[in-house]
């Protein structure tokens, strides 16, 4: 299977603690993005990399959240500190560069439950 | 600040109906328009994608049209199935290589 990969798929975690995401886009993709989901609500977006440079940051994106990718490869979200409001599912997404139409290509997500 | 509505949130059907879903956004100046498939507990499958100049996408029984002058898309579902019950969503592109704005979807249900 070629298409975005996530991990792990849920996550169950106590408030306070930190816990890490991980995203492998198709290959060749060189851009990634990651989105956060609520219950019920449409995707928001966090955050974009072309290549290993994170070009924007949405407000969503406190202190407590990094992204990085640092070959250009997969990449990895971050979140320290974690709240009962974090809890959301987490979806990547990748795009190409050459011939770009800006369609994104969507992992299956990860399910992060603060208790 | 984009920002897209749908309309209706939640629509049931009988199986066999052709059925509209709706989807609006407050600035035309947009990259692209996708529509995207949902089921629960999963990711996003992406169904139809529009250029800005483009008026229409057509894939099997889906068939997408964007009217960017009245910040406008609709996406006809043809013969429905109960197969097609998901969240539909739909999201607007700002340039190639910028976030896309969603809307907050229609959860469809089509009844055998």
């Known amino acids: 299977d070629t298409g975005v990969s996530q991990d792990p798929r849920h996550k169950i975690t106590k408030r306070g603690q930190n816990v890490t995401f ?68 987490y979806l990547c997404a990748s795009s190409p560069d050459r011939g770009n139409t800006g369609e994104l290509f969507f992992g299956e997500g990860s399910r992060l439950t603060v208790l | 600040k984009q920002e897209v509505t749908q309309i209706p949130a939640a629509l049931s059907v009988p199986e066999g109906e052709n059925l509209v879903l709706n989807c609006s956004f407050t600035d035309s100046a947009i990259y692209n328009l996708q529509w995207f498939r949902q089921d629960p507990g999963k990711g996003l499958t992406s169904l139809l994608l529009i250029q800005s ?60």
């Open chain 1, 22 to 89: 991980r995203c492998d886009p198709i290959s060749e993709h060189n851009r990634l993005y990651w989105y956060r989901q609520t219950l019920g609500q449409g995707p928001e977006f966090l955050t974009y990399f072309q290549n290993e440079a994170q070009l924007e940051k949405s407000r969503l994106l406190s202190d407590r959240f990094s992204a990085e990718r640092p070959k250009g490869s997969f990449s990895t979200l971050e979140i320290q500190r974690t709240e009962q409001g974090d809890s959301a599912m």
């Open chain 2, 53 to 112: 100049s483009q008026r229409e996408q057509t894939s099997g029984r889906l068939n997408a049209s964007l009217d960017k002058s009245s910040g406008r898309s609709t996406l006809y579902i043809a013969a429905s199935q109960p197969g097609d019950s998901a969240t539909y969503l739909c999201a607007v592109g700002g340039d190639s290589g910028s976030r896309l704005t969603f809307g907050e979807g229609t959860q469809l249900t089509v009844n055998p």
